[in-house]
């Protein structure tokens, strides 16, 4: 579905997730496969250590620096989704904060998010993603400036439904900024009771909206599930 949306770039974006029960082992999708190509067979099985425990395959080199190295320091985060999807990357290209509270789908996200402000080119060693991994600290979106976005959740729905609703809300927010016209900020106390009220029903929404994508890719095409 990610593919479907345009969330992805190429080859080159990757999903991660904590294999339940085993928390020193994540599934990532393997290098040189599109995300529209990666069925369930296809998903490796990877240690903390940048081992291939199980399929058929290598994490690309970053996947491994950035995913591993965040699941090891933030074990809370079950699932990690590293994109450049183009309307929250451009954001991340501005000076500046990237989201502005102006819209409601940006409250979702309403003191949740952190950013990178050290572009230092690829994540070829541990250290980068470990200072990936820092910057992030208690946040659970990091903007990465001039590259692109990390989502993570306490569960796959909850970081697939972060992951949807962060680029609907950078989308609208470059559509309104393209006018030329100032940006009408909603006051603190409002975005910040409109976020209470998200955050309390997000789990279930998200729970509801990764069982609809399911639905849907079910009944086009089953082949996601080989």
């Given at each position: 579905?990610?593919?479907?949306?345009?969330?992805?770039?190429?080859?080159?974006?990757?999903?991660?997730a904590l294999v339940p029960g085993h928390p020193e082992l994540f599934l990532v999708n393997p290098y040189?496969?599109?995300?529209?190509?990666?069925?369930?067979s296809r998903l490796l099985v990877c240690d903390l250590h940048g081992h291939v425990v199980a399929g058929t395959g290598e994490p690309e080199a970053t996947a491994f620096y950035i995913h591993a190295r965040l699941h090891l320091r933030?074990?809370?985060a079950a699932a990690a989704f590293h994109t450049h999807m183009p309307h929250a990357t451009a954001l991340g290209m501005l000076e500046?904060?990237?989201?502005m509270w102006a819209g409601q789908t940006a409250l979702k996200f309403?003191?949740?998010?952190?950013?990178?402000?050290s572009y230092n080119g690829l994540a070829l060693d541990t250290s980068e993603g470990d200072r990936i991994a820092a910057a992030m600290g208690d946040a659970d979106i990091v903007f990465l400036k001039n590259h692109g976005v990390m989502v993570t959740g306490p569960s796959i729905a909850e970081a697939w439904d972060d992951l949807y609703y962060l680029e609907r809300a950078a989308e609208v927010q470059l559509k309104a900024m393209s006018t030329g016209r100032p940006l009408k900020p909603?006051?603190?106390?409002v975005a910040e009771?409109?976020?209470q009220q998200m955050r309390a029903g997000d789990p279930e929404s998200a729970r509801l909206h990764l069982e609809s994508v399911k639905r849907i890719l079910t009944a086009e095409s089953?082949?996601?599930?080989?």
């Amino acid at each position: 579905m990610a593919a479907r949306l345009g969330l992805h770039e190429g080859i080159c974006n990757h999903f991660s997730a904590l294999v339940p029960g085993h928390p020193e082992l994540f599934l990532v999708n393997p290098y040189g496969w599109a995300f529209e190509e990666i069925t369930a067979s296809r998903l490796l099985v990877c240690d903390l250590h940048g081992h291939v425990v199980a399929g058929t395959g290598e994490p690309e080199a970053t996947a491994f620096y950035i995913h591993a190295r965040l699941h090891l320091r933030k074990p809370s985060a079950a699932a990690a989704f590293h994109t450049h999807m183009p309307h929250a990357t451009a954001l991340g290209m501005l000076e500046g904060p990237p989201l502005m509270w102006a819209g409601q789908t940006a409250l979702k996200f309403y003191g949740r998010t952190s950013v990178d402000e050290s572009y230092n080119g690829l994540a070829l060693d541990t250290s980068e993603g470990d200072r990936i991994a820092a910057a992030m600290g208690d946040a659970d979106i990091v903007f990465l400036k001039n590259h692109g976005v990390m989502v993570t959740g306490p569960s796959i729905a909850e970081a697939w439904d972060d992951l949807y609703y962060l680029e609907r809300a950078a989308e609208v927010q470059l559509k309104a900024m393209s006018t030329g016209r100032p940006l009408k900020p909603i006051p603190a106390h409002v975005a910040e009771a409109c976020y209470q009220q998200m955050r309390a029903g997000d789990p279930e929404s998200a729970r509801l909206h990764l069982e609809s994508v399911k639905r849907i890719l079910t009944a086009e095409s089953r082949d996601f599930m080989r």
